[in-house]
């Protein structure tokens, strides 16, 4: 009978498969951040554009992503998206590690979803007197928002914000299903070798659990340093 023994997955090139897996967890983490929440920022302004097209455009882009379960978004963009491209370019494609750039969209697309959400309703949140204010002083609706929206609902907004980072950081654990060989599959490659499941899920575990930790005590020293208030 096996007994429990972490020396065994944190040795030689197990070890560096998890580390390997875990850096890669996080990269893919910060480079959704990083693209996502400007789209999101346009997301959100567009669904409070004057125009009915523009608000439309960004109704019809949310409710489609938050309505399909990102596993599905994950296999699109691997499987499908790629056969409507011409065949020499799906050739360079899938050449130069397409799994992590369908992971990327994938998981972009569906958080700025949810963070467009978020920021909407710190906009929302700022008395409508504002608006026509900046419009009194000659602003357009995008200089109006730029200028005097969005700076104002940002404390109301990081919040929820850093909630939707933690939830990012937890779905790139999805990204093992189409072979992107991050934290969670480089856990089921050290068991697949080892035998240790229990280790090496462990390990992945406390991965997950440390960074999640950090985002969270990040949430908590904003709002204690910056607390809500009603405008």
Do not use: C
Request: proline letters at 5%; zero cysteines; hydrophobic letters at 50%.
């Amino acid at each position: 009978m096996n007994t429990f023994d972490l020396s065994v997955v944190l040795s030689g090139q197990y070890h560096d498969w998890l580390v390997s897996g875990f850096l890669l967890s996080v990269q893919l983490a910060l480079i959704s951040l990083a693209i996502a929440l400007p789209l999101a920022i346009v997301i959100a302004v567009l669904r409070l554009a004057p125009y009915a097209a523009l608000r439309g455009i960004a109704i019809t882009y949310v409710e489609s992503i938050r309505n399909v379960p990102l596993l599905a978004h994950m296999l699109f963009w691997y499987f499908g998206a790629p056969e409507l491209l011409p065949a020499p370019i799906k050739s360079w494609i899938y050449e130069h590690n397409v799994e992590a750039v369908s992971a990327v969209i994938a998981l972009v697309l569906y958080t700025a979803a949810y963070m467009s959400e978020d920021i909407r309703s710190g906009l929302r949140s700022i008395p409508k007197e504002q608006m026509e204010a900046g419009r009194t002083l000659g602003f357009g609706f995008l200089s109006t928002m730029r200028l005097v929206i969005l700076p104002q609902s940002l404390r109301v907004t990081v919040p929820p914000l850093i909630s939707q980072t933690l939830n990012l950081w937890k779905n790139t654990s999805i990204a093992m299903v189409i072979g992107v060989a991050e934290m969670m599959y480089q856990a089921q490659q050290v068991e697949s070798s080892t035998f240790r499941g229990f280790e090496s899920y462990a390990v992945t575990t406390a991965g997950y659990v440390v960074i999640s930790i950090i985002i969270t005590l990040l949430s908590a020293l904003y709002q204690q340093r910056y607390p809500v208030r009603s405008v």
